[in-house]
Structure formats: structure tokens, C-alpha cells
């Protein structure tokens, strides 16, 4: 039929051209990506290596090469890697509690008007509210140990998570509402086929932010609260001040901060293939 | 749900010949301290099978009225009776998931009214076909046209196991060339499947090339102020002089509504 044809025309028309993947395109890609990082790296050492070079603060600070070459060190013993184990597993297991707590309130007070109306507010609030004030109240009410940490880590990310599943319930298109309504979803299909998988983007922001407090809270929680058992990051650093070790601080410090921007890239690659998927994305700025 | 009836020909003894009537049908919304009356008293009936095209300016209630149909919404009184197995609701955007493929939006209509899962699959292709969109399930919406996006949407619909299709505007917003090919695409799937269509637009032409018959509707509030039946003699094109000449009386009728309100 003619306009058969037509359409299948139209629609060919109509259709983008395929992306090119092609090794020297993907390889190009990675360089793109790659050289700001990298320039950024290096005037930081520069600078370092200047302020050292002054003869600043003489007696402590080191050079970058004094420092890097004790990570290396501290690389290869087996203390780090125990430590960076003991760190992350209460990562894990503060940030999971804090994932189940942050979402469960965030569904009920998404769900429930009152609910809303009192925690609404108190969410938002306890966002804003510093980690490390939760402390005294955690050690008091836990006693030094874990359970104290992990009740900071709870504070600190179930808000943000929470208000991120408010927030992407509450961003469902009103049309997709009204086309699923159409569709017969009711309760609780309604929930699971449309509203939270509208509020994916909305909700993954918020692990990510929430991730990031958690991770601050955790260092914090190393930091003041003393606990029997292998030592964590945290305890680590504790030694380096006490012994005025600043290389072996500063090591410790830049363990730290790769394990969040890891963690934090994992994060903003998800977040980017969600957005691909659903054609939120500007091919033309996807990095 | 007590305005809202929902009849099952099986439960009805004796064929029914109406797919939707509505009898004195009226709409007020409160807004603030002001009382809007969206719809006065309308009464309509559309045959099983029709295609009526409801046109009107701005604020006539079209939208209102096809949320009614839809069950979306209550009258404030009146009665509106449904009589078909299932009402499909379209609208000018198209209304995809964005997080499903073209073929997943069509299965999830088949599994919200409970369709086994063995048998979705293949219901998932031959609506697609229907569409003319066999090639394409595995597209997620924004990679589709804007043509395409409206074809998986009535796919959609369709996969309500809907006979009554509501049209709010759904082609609206496309270019002329796709609208006109989805004219008769839109005409060809009625008449495979006999289903009934009231179909709201603003475009005199549209209404005059598709409808068997056409509705106008004054604003604020709405009310049935002219009707039209279209002699319907084989396929129309929408530059056919026949066309042209009621789009004309209904673009003059239409007018003379506009000047009261200009008064």
C-alpha cells in the first residue's frame, strides 16, 4: 500500500544515524577525559612541591616526594588494606541500614499526607544538621563502639535519600500519571510500574548525596569514637597526628579521597546511564 | 463511581446501538472563590462504531469532557454512560514511559488488565504491526519520531482491549505530512476493529477529513452548539472540495461563536 511505503519512509527519515564506536574514537574519548584530571594533579604537586621548596613549616612538612613515596610504602603492607577492609565494610554496612531507613520513610511520607506534613520539614532540616554534632549524643547513647558510628552514618544519609524518593515521587509527570491511570494501574501496580520507576533519577541523586554523608560521617565517627579491634582509616590517621607523622597523614588523606571520587564516579556513571536510557541526556555533551 | 456507569454488552439483554451517551452532563470546578462551569448540560450519544469529532475553541470542555468519558473525573450532575468493553485514552503527547521500550509500553497496558504472560508476547507484535511499527520494539520512545511516538501510543490503547478511543488533540503537534499518512492509518485500524472514537481537536480540516460526524462545542461553558454528519463516501482526502467545504461552514460557525465572545 502506498501509504505504507510513505511512512516506512518517513519513519527511516525520521531516525538518528548510529553512534561510532569505533578504538581510536573510544581511545580519544578516554584522552579527553582524562588530561584535565591529570593537569589538575599535577599543578597541585607543583605548588606542593613550591610551598616545600620556601622552606615552609620546615620541621613537618614534606615534599611530594617524601609523601608519595611512603603511600607507596604503605601500599605494599598488608596494615592498609586491613584497615581500608575495616573501613569499608562499615561503609557498607552503615550506608545499607541508611539506604533501607531513608527509603522506607521517604515511600511512607511520599504516600502519606500527615506523615508529610510533620517529617516534611524535619527531613529537610536534618540535611543541613553537621555529622560530627551527632557524636556526643551517639557516644552517650551507644556507648563507644560501632553502633554509634553506624547511628551517625543513618543521620547523616537516610535524609538525603529520603528526599530524594519524595522528590521523584513527587516529579512523576502528571500526564504518565493520568496515562496509567487510563492503563488501570491502581495502588500498588501504580506504584511499582510508574511512580518509582519516574522517580529513579530523583532517588539515585539522592544515594549519591547520601553516600557522601555517610562517608563524611564515617570519617568523623573513626576519628572521635574509639573502638576495640582492628583499626580503620581513621584510627590510622589518629596515629600519623599523634606521632606528627605528616607523611604518613597526608598518605592517609589521599587513600581517603580516592576511595570517595571512586565510589562517587560509580555513582555519576549510573546516574548517566539512567539518563542515556531515557533520552534525558544530550548525546552531544555525554561524557 | 456512582455517575459513571460501565455496561458490558454481554450483561445487557438486546443489542445496544450507543457506545457512550451522555445525558445533561454538567462540570463546575471551584477555583479559589470563583465558580467555573466547564460544561453545561450536554447531551450526546455516539453510536457504536462512529468516529465524532468534537471541535471548539479554547475552553469549550473538550478535554473535560473526554476525562469524564474516561472516568478520570465525576460530573457534577448528569449521567454518563459507557457502553463499550473498555475506554482508550490518547492524548496530544504521546505519554510513553521513558524508561520502557516501544514493544514494553504496549506489554504493560496488556499486563495492567491482567493478560498472561505467555501470550503478551505475541499480542506485543501484532499490535505493533497494526502500527506499522514491527521493526522498531525494541526502541526506547525518544529514539522514535514524533509519528512513531503517537503510533506506539495508540498501539497502546489499543492493547487496553479498548473499543471506545477517546483523542484528545492526539496529533496536534506533528507536522502536516505525518498527520495527514496517520489520517489514514487512524481509519484503516477503526474500520479493522469497528471502534468507536470521539476525537477532540481544534483543526476544522482534521475533524471535516475524519469524522462521521462533527460536534461543535461553544466555550465557557460548553455546549453543544451545532452538529454536523459527514456523508460518507469511500476514502476522503483531506484536499477534497467536500472537506474543504465543511471545514469552511464549521470555521464560520466557529467564528460567530468567538464574536460573542468579543462582545
Known amino acids: ?176 500519571l493520568r496515562a496509567g491511570r487510563t492503563m488501570g494501574l491502581r495502588g500498588l501496580a501504580l506504584y511499582r510500574y510508574l511512580i518509582l520507576p519516574a522517580s529513579l533519577p530523583a532517588y539515585v541523586a539522592g544515594l549519591k548525596q547520601g553516600w557522601a554523608f555517610a562517608w563524611r560521617s564515617l570519617m568523623a565517627g573513626e576519628l572521635v569514637v574509639s573502638i576495640v579491634g582492628p583499626p580503620g582509616l581513621g584510627v590510622l590517621l589518629n596515629t600519623d597526628q599523634n606521632n606528627l607523622d605528616f607523611a604518613g597523614a597526608t598518605s592517609i588523606i589521599i587513600v581517603i579521597l580516592i576511595i570517595g571520587i571512586v565510589v562517587d564516579m560509580a555513582f555519576s556513571k549510573a546516574d548517566r546511564a539512567l539518563r542515556r536510557r531515557r533520552g534525558l541526556l544530550d548525546p552531544s555533551v555525554s561524557g | 463511581m456512582t455517575e459513571t456507569r460501565l455496561t458490558p454488552p454481554a450483561t445487557r439483554p438486546g443489542a445496544q446501538d450507543w457506545a457512550v451517551r451522555l445525558t445533561s452532563v454538567s462540570k463546575a470546578y471551584r477555583t479559589g472563590s470563583a465558580h467555573l462551569l466547564a460544561l453545561d448540560e450536554v447531551s450526546l450519544t455516539v453510536r457504536a462504531g462512529e468516529f465524532v469529532c468534537l471541535i471548539g475553541a479554547s475552553g469549550c470542555g473538550k478535554s473535560t469532557l473526554l476525562n469524564l468519558v474516561a472516568g478520570l473525573d465525576q460530573p457534577t450532575t448528569g449521567v454518563v454512560e459507557v457502553g463499550g468493553r473498555r475506554v482508550g485514552l490518547m492524548f496530544q503527547e504521546p505519554a510513553l514511559f521513558p524508561w520502557l521500550t516501544a514493544g514494553r509500553n504496549v506489554e504493560l497496558a496488556l499486563r495492567a488488565r491482567g493478560v498472561p504472560r505467555a501470550s503478551r508476547r505475541q499480542q506485543v507484535a501484532e499490535l505493533l504491526d497494526t502500527v506499522r511499527l514491527s521493526g522498531f520494539a525494541e526502541q526506547r520512545p525518544h529514539e522514535l519520531s514524533g509519528g512513531m511516538r503517537q503510533r506506539v501510543a495508540l498501539a497502546r490503547a489499543l492493547a487496553q482491549d479498548a473499543d471506545v478511543l477517546l483523542m484528545d488533540e492526539p496529533f496536534g503537534a506533528l507536522d502536516a505530512m505525518t498527520r495527514d499518512m496517520l489520517h489514514d492509518e487512524l481509519e484503516r485500524i477503526c474500520a479493522d476493529r469497528t471502534l468507536t472514537v470521539l476525537f477532540v481537536t481544534h483543526n476544522v480540516r482534521e475533524a471535516a477529513r475524519l469524522g462521521d460526524r462533527v460536534i461543535v462545542l461553544s466555550s465557557r461553558p460548553g455546549r453543544v452548539i451545532a452538529e454536523h454528519p459527514v456523508p460518507r463516501r469511500g476514502p476522503r482526502r483531506i484536499d477534497s472540495p467536500e472537506v474543504a467545504q465543511l471545514a469552511a461552514t464549521l470555521t464560520d460557525r466557529l467564528r460567530e461563536e468567538m464574536g460573542q465572545h468579543g462582545n
Open chain 1, 1 to 176: 500500500m502506498a501509504t505504507n511505503q510513505a511512512l516506512r519512509g518517513l519513519d527511516r527519515l525520521a531516525l538518528g544515524s548510529v553512534q561510532d564506536r569505533s578504538p581510536v574514537r573510544l581511545a580519544r574519548k578516554a584522552w579527553a577525559a582524562a588530561w584535565p584530571k591529570l593537569l589538575a594533579v599535577a599543578l597541585v604537586l607543583l605548588v606542593w612541591e613550591l610551598v616545600h621548596l620556601t622552606g615552609w613549616k620546615d620541621l613537618v612538612l614534606k615534599g611530594p616526594g617524601t609523601v608519595l613515596s611512603d603511600l607507596w610504602q604503605m601500599v605494599q603492607h598488608a596494615q592498609l588494606w586491613a584497615a581500608v577492609g575495616v573501613t569499608m565494610k562499615r561503609a557498607l554496612i552503615g550506608y545499607l541500614v541508611a539506604l533501607l531507613v531513608g527509603s522506607a520513610v521517604g515511600l511512607l511520607v511520599a504516600r502519606i499526607p500527615p506523615l508529610r506534613a510533620a517529617l516534611g520539614s524535619i527531613i529537610t532540616g536534618l540535611q543541613t544538621m553537621p555529622s560530627i554534632a551527632w557524636y556526643p549524643f551517639a557516644i552517650i547513647l551507644f556507648t563507644q563502639g560501632e553502633a554509634a558510628i553506624v547511628f551517625v552514618m543513618i543521620m547523616g544519609a537516610a535524609p538525603s535519600i529520603a528526599a530524594g524518593l519524595i522528590t521523584g515521587v513527587d516529579y512523576t509527570p502528571p500526564l504518565l
